[in-house]
């Protein structure tokens, strides 16, 4: 009979986890939607600024110097990784991926005789990281007030970098972080902010042999610009990794209910063939006692 | 639709206005300038101010902008805000409220306040500005 109540209470327990899970992925659902919009919405500005950027350090040439942002210090010794996951588990592998994608730059940058330095945001990753690398990290970026609005987050974080950089506390950050690709994929990349890097897929400008006039003059431009392009790039970095907790959150809760279904089919049929067993015991049972007679 | 303009005005947050348009008139940092079709390459940064299109002789839609950059290319004119508003979507009793909690937030703060904050207020100001005229 104990057999029997154990079954019961474990299908029991199995449905409610699967009511849960259920509800989790239907609110991971709605809130992807929400964070793809704000993705996709914020993709025309990051490609136009992309572009511009582009078109003014081709203009500029190789070694022509220009802002610190751009140049770099000059130097690579020192590297900072601003590793960027979630706030919260519950999303498959998201976090563990993009913690393994920077613990493996790290590697190769202490294998290479770099410094390395950490910043890390969303704390799960930091979580991850903390074991091996604690002495490493310098900053934090909490991201668990932030709800869906980032642009305060990404701002702050973009002039912290600039001013460390202007410190002279690191030569080359790079970002990791988790490229939403699609619902099912989300790749981590790692990503050079600063010295600022013109994407290779930026279209060029063809101006028809005209020459551009600068508005102030082109330095001042740039100076203006690339604080901002930082800001951009990390802004739809943080808004990337949104879209793909969310993703990846639904996918897994979508994984853990079906999970859960299958439990809940194997042990009504263990729970069935048991009562069904003791049924026929004690119908033999029964019988024979009556035979005896 | 060789005679026209393509514009398109972008802030982080979406893409605001994308279309054909005769003439744009902005705020540039050196002053405020106007750009027809075919006007020749052309980069500047903008300062807090209304962009107004223009369509046909009339002025179609304002728009205000927290500064930026426009760039001007074969292509057609693109501005990239920092943050922008549709002059008609907003009320200037929004505004007045938004302007007067930013204001307050920054007497709290007390005389070497934080300047995210200063920037907010001057620039619901310049918008409170934009409102009324």
């Given at each position: 009979?104990?057999?029997?109540?154990?079954?019961?209470?474990?299908?029991?327990?199995?449905?409610?986890?699967q009511?849960?899970?259920?509800?989790?992925?239907?609110?991971?659902?709605?809130?992807?939607?929400?964070a793809?919009?704000?993705?996709?919405?914020?993709?025309?500005?990051?490609?136009?600024?992309?572009?511009?950027?582009?078109?003014?350090?081709?203009?500029?040439?190789?070694?022509?110097?220009?802002?610190?942002?751009?140049?770099?210090?000059?130097?690579?010794k020192?590297?900072?990784?601003?590793?960027?996951?979630?706030e919260?588990?519950?999303?498959?592998?998201?976090?563990?991926?993009?913690?393994?994608?920077?613990?493996?730059?790290?590697?190769?940058?202490?294998?290479?005789g770099?410094?390395?330095?950490?910043?890390?945001?969303?704390?799960?990753?930091?979580?991850?990281?903390?074991?091996?690398?604690?002495?490493?990290?310098?900053?934090?970026?909490?991201?668990?007030?932030?709800?869906d609005k980032?642009?305060?987050?990404a701002?702050?974080?973009?002039?912290?970098?600039?001013?460390?950089?202007?410190?002279?506390e690191?030569?080359?950050?790079?970002?990791?972080?988790?490229?939403?690709?699609?619902?099912l994929?989300?790749?981590?990349?790692?990503?050079?902010?600063?010295?600022?890097?013109?994407?290779?897929?930026?279209?060029?400008?063809?101006?028809?042999g005209?020459?551009?006039?600068y508005e102030?003059?082109?330095?001042e431009?740039?100076?203006?610009?690339?604080?901002?392009?930082?800001?951009?790039?990390?802004?739809?970095?943080m808004?990337?990794?949104?879209?793909?907790?969310?993703?990846?959150?639904?996918?897994?809760?979508?994984?853990?209910?079906?999970?859960?279904?299958?439990?809940?089919d194997?042990?009504?049929?263990?729970?069935?063939?048991a009562?069904?067993?003791?049924?026929?015991?004690?119908?033999?049972?029964?019988?024979?006692?009556?035979?005896?007679? | 639709?060789?005679?026209?303009?393509?514009?398109s005005?972008?802030?982080?947050?979406?893409?605001?206005?994308?279309?054909?348009?005769?003439?744009?008139?902005?705020?540039?940092?050196?002053?405020?300038?106007?750009?027809?079709?075919?006007?020749?390459p052309?980069?500047?940064?903008?300062?807090?101010?209304?962009?107004?299109?223009?369509d046909?002789?009339?002025?179609?839609?304002?728009?205000?902008?927290?500064?930026?950059?426009?760039d001007?290319?074969p292509?057609?004119?693109?501005?990239?805000?920092?943050?922008?508003?549709?002059?008609?979507?907003?009320?200037?009793e929004?505004?007045?409220?938004?302007?007067?909690?930013?204001?307050?937030?920054?007497?709290?703060?007390?005389?070497d306040?934080?300047?995210?904050?200063?920037?907010?207020?001057?620039?619901?100001?310049?918008?409170?500005?934009?409102?009324?005229?």
């Amino acid at each position: 009979m104990s057999g029997l109540k154990e079954l019961k209470n474990r299908i029991g327990s199995v449905k409610s986890t699967q009511k849960i899970t259920k509800a989790k992925q239907m609110v991971a659902a709605a809130k992807l939607r929400r964070a793809q919009e704000a993705a996709e919405a914020s993709k025309p500005y990051a490609s136009r600024m992309a572009n511009v950027v582009a078109n003014l350090t081709a203009s500029m040439g190789e070694g022509a110097g220009g802002p610190k942002l751009l140049a770099g210090s000059g130097d690579d010794k020192v590297h900072l990784l601003v590793v960027m996951t979630a706030e919260r588990g519950l999303c498959g592998g998201f976090n563990a991926n993009t913690a393994k994608a920077a613990r493996l730059k790290i590697e190769e940058l202490k294998a290479a005789g770099k410094e390395v330095k950490i910043i890390t945001v969303g704390k799960k990753g930091r979580e991850v990281l903390k074991h091996a690398y604690s002495d490493m990290f310098i900053d934090h970026v909490d991201l668990s007030d932030a709800k869906d609005k980032f642009t305060p987050f990404a701002i702050g974080l973009g002039h912290d970098l600039t001013k460390r950089f202007e410190d002279g506390e690191f030569d080359v950050a790079t970002l990791v972080f988790s490229e939403f690709k699609n619902v099912l994929t989300q790749t981590p990349v790692a990503k050079q902010l600063i010295p600022a890097e013109a994407p290779d897929d930026a279209e060029t400008i063809d101006l028809g042999g005209a020459i551009y006039a600068y508005e102030p003059s082109e330095p001042e431009i740039l100076e203006a610009l690339l604080p901002r392009y930082l800001n951009t790039q990390i802004l739809s970095a943080m808004l990337e990794n949104a879209a793909g907790e969310q993703a990846a959150s639904m996918t897994a809760m979508d994984n853990a209910t079906r999970n859960a279904g299958e439990l809940i089919d194997s042990l009504t049929l263990q729970y069935n063939r048991a009562r069904q067993a003791q049924i026929t015991k004690e119908l033999i049972e029964i019988i024979s006692g009556a035979e005896a007679l | 639709m060789a005679d026209k303009l393509h514009f398109s005005l972008v802030s982080p947050a979406r893409e605001l206005f994308s279309g054909d348009v005769d003439h744009v008139i902005a705020p540039g940092s050196d002053g405020e300038f106007g750009v027809l079709v075919n006007h020749a390459p052309f980069m500047t940064t903008l300062k807090n101010g209304v962009v107004r299109v223009e369509d046909n002789g009339e002025t179609t839609m304002r728009l205000f902008v927290r500064g930026g950059f426009a760039d001007v290319t074969p292509a057609g004119l693109t501005i990239l805000a920092e943050e922008a508003v549709n002059l008609d979507s907003v009320s200037v009793e929004s505004v007045q409220k938004e302007y007067d909690e930013a204001h307050r937030a920054l007497l709290a703060e007390g005389k070497d306040g934080n300047v995210a904050l200063e920037e907010q207020v001057a620039y619901l100001e310049d918008l409170k500005a934009a409102l009324v005229n």
